[in-house]
């Protein structure tokens, strides 16, 4: 019901206001970052009410962060604190929703960066109270794999998973803890096609993962971690209320994809990119398709009925309606407002988190960049 909420009360905050990729291309320290100023308040270039006399207001979005180096995977700690990491800098970050100084709490040794590659998604074990396990993935000098470490501890990480292939693109790189607990992670075809209709092969796949790294009981095939194939690079996970995934993913020339995952599935790449035959259903078309100069997405989150999903090069906040596992006009908000975006995720209090990606090498890098934005939540 929070998350409802929350959803409803972005768009009516985007209303009221202005609103390839190139992807498809231990010691804490402060780190000097500006106040939380409030951020102008963008233009939207649409917006729908979804109950009568209109949403819940929201408040005006709020800069937490800024001069960041490429802030890639972000996910929250249970006081509510976001830890982000740096792609380019292997660094974890610890940011508060107030603002003020991000704290790098973490780095990541044994991060290889270069193209795409560097440390990538971050998640938050649903037993950290517990058991304090914080996972990543990044590239090493050979190959993508998956980690877990301690904040408050001086031991390497612990491999997860590993031998996922590396390249200069299409390393994939977004992990989240689905409903079930199982660790999830979206993984590229790393320039090899071939690869993602190969069962054996870990890339250009879904993967579905206990949190020690086996591959997770009930999988569609017994002993393999792999839960989806036929992807090209999947960079955005999320799950609505009743529990259905949906996976975002690059397209290479002309349509980028989001689909509905259900285990065994075959999405249809480098055979069909977009909706196209699927070879008397082997293949699974996608839900919703864009342009890929108008989406190139990345980081995907799912507050109450809307799906939102970040855009590089098309530079805005796509927002998809829900009903029922089935998509609405998707509406484009904060358009060329921020410049590229990489991550979207909806906080425990159910605020909105968005991460810039300027200077990643294909944005044009305006005052502040990288920066972390939030759209606070008002009761």
């Given at each position: 019901m929070r998350k409802t909420v929350v959803a409803l009360a972005l768009l009516a905050t985007l209303t009221a206001c202005s609103g390839d990729d190139g992807d498809g291309d231990g010691g804490e320290d402060t780190?000097?970052?500006?106040?939380?100023?409030?951020?102008?308040t963008p233009t939207a270039s649409g917006g729908a009410s979804s109950t009568p006399g209109g949403p819940p207001d929201l408040g005006a979005p709020q800069?937490?962060?800024?001069?960041?180096?490429?802030?890639?995977?972000?996910a929250f700690l249970p006081d509510g604190d976001a830890l982000v990491a740096e792609r380019d800098t292997g660094r974890i970050l610890q940011v508060s929703p107030g603002g003020g100084q991000a704290r790098r709490v973490y780095e990541v040794p044994g991060v290889d960066v270069g193209g795409e590659g560097g440390l990538l998604g971050l998640a938050v074990s649903p037993d950290y109270a517990q058991d304090r396990w914080v996972y990543a993935y990044h590239?090493?000098?050979?190959?993508?794999?998956?980690?877990?470490?301690?904040?408050?501890?001086?031991?390497?990480?612990?491999?997860?998973?590993?031998?996922?292939?590396?390249?200069?693109?299409?390393?994939?790189?977004r992990i989240k803890f689905g409903p079930d607990g199982m660790l999830y992670a979206?993984?590229?075809?790393?320039?090899?096609?071939?690869?993602?209709?190969?069962?054996?092969?870990?890339?250009?796949?879904?993967?579905?993962?206990?949190?020690?790294?086996?591959?997770?009981?009930?999988?569609?095939?017994?002993?393999?971690?792999?839960?989806?194939?036929?992807?090209?690079?999947?960079?955005?996970?999320?799950?609505?209320?009743?529990?259905?995934?949906y996976a975002t993913e690059f397209g290479q020339n002309r349509l980028d994809e989001?689909?509905?995952?259900?285990?065994?599935?075959?999405?249809?790449?480098?055979?069909?990119?977009?909706?196209?035959?699927?070879?008397?259903?082997?293949?699974?078309?996608?839900?919703?398709?864009?342009?890929?100069?108008?989406?190139?997405?990345?980081g995907a989150?799912?507050?109450?009925?809307?799906?939102?999903?970040?855009?590089?090069?098309?530079?805005?906040l796509w927002t998809v309606p829900l009903n029922d596992g089935r998509p609405g006009e998707p509406r484009a908000e904060l358009r060329d407002r921020y410049g590229r975006l990489r991550t979207v995720e909806v906080a425990p209090d159910g605020a909105l988190w968005l991460a810039t990606s300027n200077r990643d090498g294909r944005g044009d890098v305006r005052d502040g960049d990288d920066r972390v934005l939030r759209h606070p939540a008002r009761p």
């Open positions: 780190l000097p970052t500006q106040p939380a100023p409030t951020v102008p800069q937490v962060a800024s001069g960041l180096d490429v802030p890639w995977g972000m590239t090493s000098n050979s190959d993508n794999r998956i980690v877990r470490f301690r904040l408050d501890g001086n031991a390497r990480p612990e491999v997860v998973f590993d031998g996922i292939r590396k390249a200069g693109n299409h390393n994939g790189g979206g993984t590229g075809d790393a320039a090899n096609t071939a690869s993602s209709q190969d069962p054996d092969s870990p890339n250009g796949k879904i993967l579905r993962l206990t949190p020690e790294g086996d591959p997770a009981p009930g999988n569609p095939r017994a002993g393999s971690p792999v839960y989806t194939m036929g992807h090209r690079n999947v960079q955005g996970l999320a799950w609505d209320s009743a529990g259905r995934m989001v689909n509905r995952i259900e285990p065994g599935k075959n999405y249809g790449w480098p055979d069909v990119e977009g909706e196209g035959d699927t070879r008397d259903g082997r293949y699974t078309n996608p839900i919703v398709t864009w342009s890929t100069d108008d989406a190139s997405p990345s989150t799912i507050a109450g009925d809307t799906l939102y999903v970040a855009a590089l090069r098309g530079e805005r």
